[in-house]
């Protein structure tokens, strides 16, 4: 069946720094979503992406699909301490979550 | 708009005991989701319901059933509650199936001794 794994699993790092998670996919899919939990709260939905290769942007985070439909990555531009959480990617052939990346933020 | 409501927030439950999460929304959306957030797990779908009249399984249906009660409420049971269980539970929602957002609810703490 389909696999989502994201890495790193935790990533803790300076604010001011920059932040990446990755997630791949062991299937093609046809759109992938990311969502944002903070410590003790529900998913929310980021953004979706859909085309082969799409990036999008939204202030200081950058969003890509892989241009084979089974990656995705995002990344993150001088984390702020509001950045703390865990990040999932959502793959969408059969709708399957990633397993997350928890963010910590060294003030 | 209250978005997607949860109740309980928390249970405490003893083994073989049962008990029903109950689930809605309120933004006339088509299908609805439940799924569990275990540690290092991410987010696990247990069942679904692409639109009213309509449920199917997900990874991991095992111990539980699910009714779409109308377009707004979607209800997760537990005939016989095992420790394995404990975890924390969220129901979403979505206009439809694939490629929309989906919103989540507060969750439901649930503990099995």
């Known amino acids: 069946g389909q696999q989502v794994m994201q890495i790193p699993q935790y990533q803790h790092v300076q604010e001011g720094e920059d932040f990446t998670t990755y997630c791949n996919s062991s299937t093609t899919l046809s759109n992938i979503q990311w969502y944002k939990q903070r410590p003790g709260g529900h998913p929310v939905f980021l953004i979706q992406?859909?085309?082969?290769?799409e990036v999008k942007k939204q202030k200081r985070l950058t969003f890509q699909f892989g241009e084979a439909k089974k990656n995705s990555s995002l990344h993150i531009t001088a984390t702020q301490t509001t950045d703390v959480g865990t990040y999932f990617c959502a793959g969408f052939g059969k709708l399957t979550f990633g397993t997350g990346t928890r963010l910590t933020i060294i003030p | 708009n209250a978005g997607v409501t949860q109740t309980p927030k928390f249970q405490v439950l003893k083994t073989g005991q049962s008990m029903t999460l109950q689930c809605a929304q309120d933004m006339n959306h088509n299908s609805m989701y439940w799924y569990r957030q275990d540690p290092g797990m991410g987010l696990r779908l247990i069942y679904y319901?692409?639109?009213?009249?309509?449920?199917d399984k997900g990874e991991v249906p095992n111990g539980y059933n699910v009714s779409r009660l109308n377009k707004r409420e979607f209800s997760l049971r537990l005939e016989s509650a095992a420790p394995s269980q404990t975890s924390v539970y969220f129901c979403a929602s979505s206009f439809r199936l694939a490629g929309y957002e989906q919103y989540f609810g507060p969750g439901t703490r649930l503990t099995v001794t």
């Open positions: 992406l859909v085309k082969s290769g």
């Open positions: 319901s692409a639109s009213e009249g309509t449920t």
